[in-house]
């Protein structure tokens, strides 16, 4: 435990700061644990990888089976978990990937693992940040090329748009922000 290092966590989001450790990382930084149902074992394990009392990346073993199935990442070193991935079924593999890009708290791009293979082959984004889904595309045969996609590009909650019309509106890149 460090003693001349303190940070606050409220992994569980109650808005309560979590009773937690750290050490030194040995690389200027500090590895922070919490251990929330107080069975010996963490639960959380964040990294502040430079000391600045900020979680540049965390692991999250969320059903306390000693398995640490969600990492995050600040991508831009705000102190904000924009980035998330999920390993669902424990084989090392990124089951879904999930991305808050405006940190408003909601997540706005999703990218999935749907039959567990390890090749994506679904997506949804919210482009307009209005917290619905704007955007969903299936990759069913995992060629890399979108065989459905569906757009809702004027926001009115309903999908105008199918196939290759809704990827032409959506423009090139589908999970940019328009």
Avoid: C, K
């Avoid at 569980?12 to 930084?29: F, S």
Wanted: charged fraction near 35%.
């Amino acid at each position: 435990m460090s003693d001349d290092y303190e940070v606050n966590v409220d992994v569980d989001g109650d808005g309560q700061w979590d009773a937690n450790t750290t050490e030194p990382d040995g690389q200027g930084g500090y590895n922070i644990y919490v251990d929330r149902n107080h069975d010996g074992d963490p639960d959380f394990m964040g990294n502040d990888e430079d000391g600045d009392g900020l979680i540049d990346s965390a692991q999250y073993d969320g059903n306390f089976d000693g398995y640490f199935e969600a990492q995050t990442t600040d991508t831009n070193g705000d102190g904000w978990q924009d980035r998330t991935e999920y390993d669902t079924n424990a084989d090392g593999e990124t089951d879904h990937a999930s991305a808050d890009t405006n940190h408003d708290g909601a997540t706005d791009r999703d990218v999935y693992d749907l039959n567990l293979n390890g090749t994506p082959d679904a997506w949804t984004a919210d482009r307009d940040f209005d917290g619905n889904v704007d955007l969903e595309a299936h990759d069913r045969d995992e060629d890399g090329d979108a065989e459905d996609v569906r757009a809702d590009n004027d926001g009115d909650g309903f999908f105008e748009t199918r196939g290759q019309q809704a990827q032409a509106a959506a423009g090139s890149d589908p999970f940019v922000a328009n």
